[in-house]
């Protein structure tokens, strides 16, 4: 295999036959001691954690389910950049090994032709303002078969072989996503934070499109304009106004006016 070029991101690679979550595997260790830069990889998750509390489905063999513990000494407000950064390097790591073009939803979201190919969940310990650690856990949907996915997914949810990519091997992709997510991890450590927030704005699908946001009291309608330092996405609604979204599911209109 390749040796590993990169300076931080996988120094350590742990892996799992099977875990619960890598994202709490790596929490432990995190709180344990490990390194920044430690890798944890399970070749399936039992219970497999989404954003907004949802389950991600990792069946074994067919995608690749990892954790990576960071301990960044940015400030607490600058941290969601560390989510917007990961997913502009899972963008630039998935057309590198197969060329498929995926686009970023807001926030980051891997998506092809409105499925989602992948997925990040990022979870943060701070304390008086300051990060203890970060773990920064990507779940990306390699090859799968349909009959592994809950019928409600079915229509969602897209593999790298599904979207045209050919058969990529979880190795190949890992160390390719692992220089990736180093490459914009030192862009962040230097301070280069308008570097990753352009090369978001490039890939994203959001920006300059019709949305629709559900946040946990509201639904709005409205343009998706920009997304600010804080990784709020803005928009201006249909009756004009001008409003910052900071989490919740957003949809982008498709050409046939449905929201996916
Ligand atoms: C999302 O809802 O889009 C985020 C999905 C994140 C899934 C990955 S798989 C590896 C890591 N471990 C987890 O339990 N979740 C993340």
């Given at each position: 295999?390749?040796?590993?070029?990169?300076?931080?991101?996988?120094?350590?690679?742990?892996?799992?036959?099977?875990?619960?979550?890598?994202?709490?595997?790596?929490?432990?260790?995190?709180?344990?001691?490990?390194?920044?830069?430690?890798?944890?990889?399970?070749?399936?998750?039992?219970?497999?954690?989404?954003?907004?509390?949802?389950?991600?489905?990792?069946?074994?063999?067919?995608?690749?389910?990892?954790?990576?513990?960071?301990?960044?000494?940015?400030?607490?407000?600058?941290?969601p950049?560390?989510?917007?950064?990961?997913?502009?390097?899972?963008?630039?790591?998935?057309?590198?090994?197969?060329?498929?073009?995926?686009?970023?939803?807001?926030?980051?979201?891997?998506?092809?032709?409105?499925?989602?190919?992948?997925?990040?969940?990022?979870?943060?310990?701070?304390?008086?303002?300051?990060?203890?650690?970060?773990?920064?856990?990507?779940?990306?949907?390699?090859?799968?078969?349909?009959?592994?996915?809950?019928?409600?997914?079915?229509?969602?949810?897209?593999?790298?072989?599904?979207?045209?990519?050919?058969?990529?091997?979880?190795?190949?992709?890992?160390?390719?996503?692992?220089?990736?997510?180093?490459?914009?991890?030192?862009?962040?450590?230097?301070?280069?934070?308008?570097?990753?927030?352009?090369?978001?704005?490039?890939?994203?699908?959001?920006?300059?499109?019709?949305?629709?946001?559900?946040?946990?009291?509201?639904?709005?309608?409205?343009?998706?304009?920009?997304i600010d330092?804080t990784g709020a996405l803005l928009?201006?609604?249909?009756?004009?106004?001008?409003?910052k979204i900071l989490?919740?599911?957003?949809?982008?209109?498709?050409?046939?006016?449905?929201?996916?």
């Open positions: 295999m390749k040796k590993l070029g990169t300076k931080i991101i996988g120094k350590q690679i742990l892996t799992y036959t099977s875990l619960p979550s890598t994202n709490d595997m790596a929490k432990q260790l995190a709180v344990e001691g490990a390194a920044e830069g430690t890798v944890v990889v399970a070749e399936t998750q039992t219970a497999g954690k989404g954003r907004q509390g949802r389950n991600w489905v990792s069946p074994v063999g067919q995608g690749l389910w990892m954790s990576v513990i960071l301990r960044p000494t940015l400030k607490v407000v600058d941290t950049l560390v989510a917007l950064a990961a997913a502009v390097a899972v963008e630039r790591a998935i057309t590198r090994v197969s060329g498929v073009q995926a686009g970023i939803k807001w926030p980051n979201d891997l998506v092809v032709d409105g499925k989602k190919l992948a997925g990040i969940l990022v979870e943060m310990q701070a304390t008086n303002a300051k990060v203890k650690y970060m773990i920064l856990g990507v779940g990306t949907n390699l090859v799968f078969n349909q009959s592994d996915l809950p019928v409600e997914l079915a229509d969602k949810i897209t593999s790298l072989q599904a979207a045209g990519g050919g058969l990529i091997s979880r190795e190949e992709y890992l160390m390719v996503l692992l220089e990736e997510l180093d490459k914009v991890y030192l862009q962040l450590s230097a301070g280069e934070f308008e570097l990753v927030l352009q090369a978001w704005r490039q890939k994203t699908i959001t920006l300059g499109n019709k949305i629709r946001a559900e946040g946990p009291t509201q639904l709005i309608y409205g343009m998706a304009t920009d330092r928009v201006t609604t249909e009756d004009g106004k001008q409003v989490s919740g599911d957003v949809t982008v209109r498709a050409v046939d006016g449905k929201y996916c």
